[in-house]
């Protein structure tokens, strides 16, 4: 009988410092399988369906392949597509909480699951580089993580095969909170904010794929998305947990 060292050393990690559910508050494990609650992960708002063609939000209207949302003629994005896991209604937004703002990680111990959910979000993934929004040092310091970064690890870790991580972009500055701008001054705020990483090895002919923890207006992205093409990459995709 094979040993079950990952449900031992669950339990062993829930002793010494037991987690919680993000979304019914419950302690973590309560199925073994999975961190979160199976009832709260099947009720999360996962995306699938009809979508904007630019950034991947689910969209109410019959398929069709040219559809693109407001928020996508509004934004004009210079990346090529998206893709977004969940909607940021109230669970959604509890997930991301608890990564983002408690520092969390053990929550994306449910990658796998979550892609069981939108299983097109791991074909989107496949074979690509994955490529972190990056926090300014000093934020980075603070925050001791990047969450970006870690999600980007846990997508490559569940997908495996040719997908990897690669830290290929710096923030060169500062920049306010975007919580309560628009999107023309989440635009101005994010501006050459970012750069292209010196002596970075990435291959040009590679397919790139920005991982983000949401997308609001998608300003961050495309900020992030034009360094990349300033750096002489032909194209760029993104993606996201949460899409608001």
């Excluded at 979304?23 to 904007?52: D, F, H």
């Excluded at 939108?118 to 490529?131: D, N, R």
């Excluded at 991580?165 to 909170?177: G, N, P, Y």
Aim: glycine letters at 8%; a positive charge.
């Amino acid at each position: 009988m094979k040993f079950d060292w990952k449900r031992w050393g669950n339990q062993i990690l829930d002793m010494i410092c037991p987690g919680e559910c993000p979304i019914c508050n419950l302690l973590a494990y309560q199925e073994e399988r999975s961190y979160s609650c199976m009832p709260c992960l099947e009720n999360v708002a996962w995306i699938r369906g009809v979508k904007c063609k630019k950034c991947g939000t689910n969209m109410d209207a019959f398929p069709y392949g040219g559809l693109i949302c407001s928020g996508c003629r509004d934004l004009e994005p210079s990346f090529e597509r998206g893709m977004s896991m969940f909607r940021l209604d109230q669970l959604g937004e509890k997930l991301i909480h608890e990564i983002k703002y408690q520092g969390v990680k053990g929550v994306l111990n449910d990658m796998p699951i979550w892609l069981e959910f939108v299983p097109e979000f791991a074909e989107y993934i496949e074979g690509a580089v994955l490529i972190p929004v990056p926090l300014h040092p000093r934020k980075q310091r603070k925050r001791n993580f990047n969450q970006s970064k870690w999600i980007a690890d846990s997508l490559a870790k569940a997908i495996g095969g040719g997908t990897w991580v690669e830290d290929a972009l710096v923030r060169t500055r500062m920049t306010k909170t975007q919580t309560k701008l628009d999107l023309n001054e989440r635009r101005k705020n994010v501006k050459n904010a970012f750069a292209l990483r010196q002596g970075n090895c990435l291959d040009t002919e590679r397919r790139l794929i920005l991982v983000d923890d949401v997308f609001t207006t998608g300003a961050t992205l495309e900020a992030c998305a034009q360094a990349l093409l300033k750096g002489g990459f032909p194209k760029v995709e993104v993606a996201t947990a949460g899409r608001k």
